[in-house]
């Protein structure tokens, strides 16, 4: 260890006293360094007014929009006031001249140093499910994060299927979301709630500040059970585009349904928006990447300074109602637990049409449990059912593959009964498992452990 050399013994008794009376005096002039209640500052709720139509009090297929709890700010939840860490954020208030670009200010501080229970614990409220039914009836699950106090960042392929989505909040508090602007290159969207709603936001760091190896924590709700999770890592390296550091490659343990999650330095700022996996490293190891704010930021302020109203990405243009999202699937009759499936178009069928294969030859799908959906009068909604029929698949998904969903390369999907269906007395869900790249299975993937 480096040891300052000490004071030769010829000094005499009174110069080492002056010396030491003048380094004491030096040191009580030594400001404080700043805590981490200094880099919280409170934000005025926005001013600024925008032209897309809001979907206030909806309770369109079910959304609540029941808005979140104000509690104790010294308990480390949200208060009534925003907050955003750093000096300048991405809200309206936080939007210099000049934009959000690479010269736009950013908190460079480096201060603080929190532990991944503390960045939890003070930001986790700034951090949501989104929830969404897609254009097939599927519902699929991502995280969003919250950059002022009514909207929040997502990525573009959550939201694509659903530009209406719910955000929940770890507290499993459910608001009704409009997706107010995407771009699918960067793979990016804003989604917007009601104004006021979010008391916790969080601010992006400044890109030419990260370093390889330097520590981050990703918040979100990944797969299989879709609660609050924090994620640690590093980051390994950058993807680089015209020499700009357009994404961070990190060795976190991160998973479907983090798309759309903040990876958080140390001092709680937003190193990047985790994204997708990176399967063409030059040969290594697939690792998630997480887009920076240099590839993220300009185009995040262009949708909120100018608002548009999009529509769900499907071939027909536009999603369907409840009942034709759920006979979006055609099974044959008399399928069970076992069967390999493949898929056909059948000309004039709006539903995709699934029929009987060999399984040791290629198929597209392979039913891997059926079950009985809960006895109730009423068909209690896709939305409902869909989640009731996601967990279920998921909890018996490695009894049949051999390998805990969390881990496996394979997906899954699954069949619910419609409205006329359930008036009839069909209880059935089916749940099959399928490649993530759509490509064949060519052998059964039961007891495989892939």
């Known amino acids: 260890m480096y040891r300052r050399r000490s004071l030769t013994a010829s000094l005499s008794v009174s110069l080492l006293v002056v010396l030491v009376a003048a380094f004491i005096g030096s040191v009580a002039t030594v400001p404080s360094a700043p805590t981490l209640e200094g880099l919280v500052e409170r934000a005025t709720t926005s001013t600024t007014t925008f032209a897309a139509s809001e979907r206030t009090g909806s309770t369109a297929r079910g959304r609540s929009t029941t808005p979140p709890s104000a509690s104790d700010p010294a308990s480390g939840t949200a208060s009534h006031s925003p907050e955003a860490v750093g000096p300048a954020g991405l809200g309206p208030e936080g939007i210099e001249p000049g934009g959000i670009g690479p010269e736009a200010p950013v908190d460079r501080r480096s201060t603080v140093n929190l532990s991944a229970s503390e960045i939890a614990t003070r930001l986790g409220d700034a951090v949501y499910r989104v929830e969404t039914v897609s254009c097939s009836g599927a519902a699929a699950t991502g995280s969003a994060w919250v950059i002022d106090d009514r909207h929040?960042?997502?990525?573009?392929?959550?939201?694509?299927?659903?530009?209406?989505?719910?955000?929940?909040?770890?507290?499993?508090?459910?608001?009704?979301?409009?997706?107010?602007?995407?771009?699918?290159?960067?793979?990016?969207?804003?989604?917007?709630?009601?104004?006021?709603?979010?008391?916790?936001?969080?601010?992006?760091?400044?890109?030419?500040?990260?370093?390889?190896?330097?520590?981050?924590?990703?918040?979100?709700?990944?797969?299989?059970?879709?609660?609050?999770?924090?994620?640690?890592?590093?980051?390994?390296?950058?993807?680089?585009?015209?020499?700009?550091?357009?994404?961070?490659?990190?060795?976190?343990?991160?998973?479907?349904?983090?798309?759309?999650?903040?990876?958080?330095?140390?001092?709680?700022?937003?190193?990047?928006?985790?994204?997708?996996?990176?399967?063409?490293?030059?040969?290594?190891?697939?690792?998630?990447?997480?887009?920076?704010?240099?590839?993220?930021?300009?185009?995040?302020?262009?949708?909120?300074?100018?608002?548009?109203?999009?529509?769900?990405?499907?071939?027909?243009?536009?999603?369907?109602?409840?009942?034709?999202?759920?006979?979006?699937?055609?099974?044959?009759?008399?399928?069970?637990?076992?069967?390999?499936?493949?898929?056909?178009?059948?000309?004039?069928?709006?539903?995709?049409?699934?029929?009987?294969?060999?399984?040791?030859?290629?198929?597209?799908?392979?039913?891997?449990?059926?079950?009985?959906?809960?006895?109730?009068?009423?068909?209690?909604?896709?939305?409902?059912?869909?989640?009731?029929?996601?967990?279920?698949?998921?909890?018996?998904?490695?009894?049949?593959v051999g390998l805990d969903f969390a881990f496996s390369v394979l997906d899954i999907d699954f069949r619910t009964p419609t409205v006329a269906e359930w008036s009839d007395g069909d209880r059935t869900v089916f749940c099959w498992l399928q490649r993530v790249d759509s490509e064949p299975l060519i052998r059964s993937a039961r007891g495989a452990g892939i």
């Open 152 to 400: 929040l960042v997502t990525n573009r392929h959550v939201v694509a299927d659903d530009p209406e989505p719910i955000m929940v909040s770890r507290r499993g508090e459910r608001l009704n979301g409009t997706v107010i602007g995407w771009s699918e290159e960067p793979d990016i969207a804003v989604v917007r709630v009601e104004a006021g709603t979010f008391d916790t936001s969080l601010k992006w760091a400044a890109t030419d500040t990260l370093t390889e190896g330097q520590r981050i924590v990703s918040l979100g709700y990944p797969v299989p059970g879709r609660d609050f999770s924090v994620t640690s890592g590093s980051i390994v390296s950058f993807q680089k585009r015209s020499g700009q550091r357009e994404a961070i490659r990190a060795d976190g343990a991160l998973d479907r349904g983090n798309s759309g999650s903040p990876a958080l330095t140390t001092e709680g700022l937003v190193a990047g928006v985790v994204t997708e996996i990176d399967e063409n490293a030059e040969g290594l190891r697939p690792v998630p990447l997480i887009f920076t704010r240099d590839a993220l930021a300009s185009v995040v302020e262009r949708m909120l300074t100018n608002p548009e109203t999009v529509r769900a990405d499907c071939e027909d243009g536009g999603d369907a109602d409840d009942e034709e999202r759920t006979k979006a699937v055609s099974l044959p009759p008399g399928v069970d637990t076992g069967a390999c499936l493949v898929r056909e178009s059948v000309a004039g069928e709006r539903a995709e049409v699934l029929r009987t294969s060999e399984c040791q030859v290629d198929h597209d799908a392979e039913i891997f449990h059926r079950f009985e959906a809960e006895e109730s009068v009423d068909h209690p909604g896709v939305r409902a059912l869909d989640e009731t029929a996601r967990s279920t698949c998921e909890q018996q998904f490695g009894d049949y």
